[in-house]
């Protein structure tokens, strides 16, 4: 009884889910939590499916200069403020499949968007 409840919850997750192993994919959107520390991005790598609007919501942690700023120059998002322990939100809808690169206001740290279909 337990475990048939079990796997029917199961079920239509992963019906829900659908196999794509893009974090939290809830209805139309895909949100992803993003920390920001002084060492860079976790997680560094995020799989996104393409045509979903996406938010990132990114929270700097670190209190070093360089990781106070993000850009995402493939999808127009210019420098942007990260205060202190402040979540930031970025949306955007990745449209075409391929990797592209998340960073500080100077360039240095860098986090990658891979985006698949
Ligand atoms: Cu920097």
């Known amino acids: 009884m337990?475990?048939?409840?079990?796997?029917?919850?199961?079920?239509?997750?992963?019906?829900?889910a659908c196999g794509t192993d893009a974090p939290d994919?809830?209805?139309d959107e895909q949100v992803i939590d993003i920390e920001?520390?002084?060492?860079?991005?976790?997680?560094?790598?995020?799989e996104l499916?393409?045509?979903?609007?996406?938010?990132?919501?990114?929270?700097?942690?670190?209190?070093?200069?360089?990781?106070?700023?993000?850009?995402?120059?493939?999808?127009?998002?210019a420098p942007t403020d990260l205060p202190q322990n402040e979540p930031v939100e970025f949306t955007f809808t990745p449209t075409a499949e391929g990797d592209y690169a998340f960073?500080?206001?100077?360039d240095m740290l860098t986090?990658?968007?891979?985006?698949h279909s």
Do not use: K
Request: aromatic share 8%.
């Open 2 to 16: 337990r475990y048939t409840l079990l796997f029917s919850l199961l079920a239509a997750f992963l019906i829900t």
């Open 25 to 27: 994919v809830a209805d």
């Open 36 to 46: 920001v520390t002084n060492q860079g991005y976790e997680p560094g790598q995020i």
């Open 49 to 77: 499916t393409a045509g979903v609007p996406t938010r990132l919501v990114v929270t700097r942690t670190g209190d070093s200069a360089c990781a106070s700023q993000l850009q995402i120059p493939e999808f127009d998002i």
């Open 103 to 106: 960073t500080c206001g100077m």
């Open 111 to 115: 986090g990658t968007l891979s985006v």
